[in-house]
């Protein structure tokens, strides 16, 4: 991604609630899942290795279906790709059943323990380690970038893993004091929105409670980060929904 | 644990759609974390292990938030628990905040700088770094390969049960993470036996399923009507090779 590209994700991830870096991490993310959809996945080195890693992990594997009912509305490119690599799963199984022993059972499970990480967890990881550079580029005091460190100053700072990762790369000193400033304000402010959620829990306190609701997700998200919580926008019920078109159908 | 425990949770999950052991696994998870949160905190032990991992991993997390607030006390047990973890982060940030708000000149600072030999967040990043797995991780990874354990145990011929393996062999088997489990836990040739045997049958149909979805895709045969099973044979296909959603 180009460093100019980049500078214009990250003001825009900066405005918006939560680690900055999740957020671009999640988006690229979808638009790599896209990607394989229309070409990456029938590429000859991306079968090979799709065939060593068992396809792709338990959230990408979702996200594909989720993402192609979402964009193409039939399923066509992931069943493609299963119903290849069923086929290789089964020769496998049937090639392990033939001896019937324990030790062809460790065979097969050893087999069926996926190589390489799925690729497009690696790829997220490459993409995750760029944003990062990026961002620290832009936050150091000489050739940084003026814009995106008055955001980042007034932003709710990163998640606890990517604040580790942004502290172990930078070489300024400046910018590790802005990282750390940013998140102490963070959690501060975070503390007192747990501590009015509780003291509006407790008996004959009246005020409603607001924003401070959901506080304790927010937390979590600080603590884990938000890297999986991908979904694009009205898939929660897609997996019904083309279930029963398609049987409406036939 | 004990397999009487054990033989009820298969009895029952061998009965539902999907991989047995994800859905045994899937209600275990939701379980634990409610009991974690609501009560288990508070104990010392307990409530270090939370402490050292920061809380959970991201799926763990995404779990929690996704339990009612009912079965949580209305929020109040997660926002107790996050409010001490983040009171324990905040603290060992402002410690390590004040070490780098030097009363040095900028001279020295700057002499200091050229001459380091890590980055200068390394030391800080150390201090807060995680120092454990997430704790749901660790009980859950130990829960799911006894529950595998006991699955083989119950589909051997000379220890098991006849009920779980008549259900068993009717069933569409596991999933790759939970069969590759099943096979690493295998004690006996009949157990395994059983296991790829229904394995290859499940693998058979769906591939049989997922091949008749394709081809009524095509526009010769697109008026076929498709069945319900061709029709789910492609997220069937990513359950068994990721596990159930």
């Not at chain 1, 590429?43 to 792709?56: P, V």
């Not at chain 1, 993402?67 to 069923?86: P, S």
Request: charge should be positive.
């Amino acid at each position: 991604m180009s460093f100019a590209l980049l500078s214009i994700e990250l003001e825009d991830a900066l405005q918006s609630q939560g680690c900055a870096v999740c957020r671009l991490v999640q988006e690229g993310d979808q638009r790599y899942i896209r990607h394989f959809l229309w070409e990456g996945k029938n590429e000859g080195h991306m079968l090979l290795r799709l065939k060593r890693s068992l396809g792709l992990c338990h959230h990408h594997a979702w996200l594909l279906a989720d993402t192609e009912d979402l964009e193409f509305k039939d399923g066509l490119g992931t069943a493609t790709l299963y119903d290849w690599l069923l086929d290789i799963a089964h020769e496998t199984l049937r090639k392990a059943r033939e001896t019937r022993t324990i030790e062809a059972a460790k065979r097969l499970a050893t087999s069926l323990h996926p190589q390489p990480p799925c690729p497009a967890c690696a790829i997220r990881r490459e993409f995750a380690e760029t944003v990062l550079w990026g961002l620290q580029q832009f936050l150091a005091p000489v050739g940084g970038h003026e814009t995106i460190r008055n955001l980042y100053a007034k932003s709710g700072g990163l998640c606890l893993p990517h604040l580790l990762a942004l502290l172990r790369m930078t070489s300024f000193p400046e910018v590790v004091q802005l990282l750390l400033e940013v998140q102490e304000r963070t959690l501060a402010s975070l503390l007192a929105e747990l501590e009015l959620f509780q003291r509006k829990h407790r008996v004959g306190e009246q005020a409603p409670i607001g924003k401070e609701q959901d506080a304790w997700n927010r937390a979590l998200d600080l603590l884990a980060g938000r890297l999986n919580g991908a979904r694009p926008p009205g898939v929660a019920n897609s997996q019904v929904n083309r279930t029963s078109r398609m049987v409406a159908e036939g | 644990m004990s397999l009487h425990l054990l033989y009820s949770r298969w009895r029952a999950a061998l009965t539902q759609a999907g991989c047995p052991a994800c859905r045994i696994m899937e209600a275990v998870a939701r379980r634990y974390m409610i009991t974690l949160v609501r009560e288990g905190k508070s104990h010392d032990e307990v409530y270090i292990r939370i402490q050292r991992a920061w809380g959970f991993c991201e799926g763990h997390g995404r779990m929690l938030k996704g339990i009612s607030p009912a079965k949580l006390g209305d929020g109040m047990s997660p926002a107790r628990l996050c409010s001490w973890l983040l009171g324990a982060l905040s603290m060992r940030l402002s410690k390590a905040l004040q070490s780098t708000r030097t009363s040095l000149s900028p001279r020295i600072q700057g002499r200091r700088w050229l001459r380091r030999k890590r980055p200068p967040g390394e030391g800080i990043a150390k201090q807060l770094e995680v120092e454990g797995r997430c704790p749901a991780c660790e009980d859950l990874t130990r829960y799911e390969r006894s529950l595998l354990w006991g699955l083989q145990r119950l589909l051997s011929e000379t220890k098991g049960e006849e009920t779980i393996r008549h259900l068993y062999h009717a069933s569409h088997g596991l999933c790759f993470p939970h069969l590759r489990l099943a096979l690493e836990e295998a004690e006996e040739p009949s157990s395994v036996d059983l296991l790829l045997q229904v394995q290859e049958q499940a693998l058979s149909d769906l591939s049989w399923n997922l091949k008749e979805y394709l081809r009524k895709h095509d526009y010769r045969y697109r008026l076929e009507p498709m069945t319900q099973a061709e029709a789910t044979s492609c997220l069937r296909a990513i359950a068994l090779f990721a596990g159930e959603r």
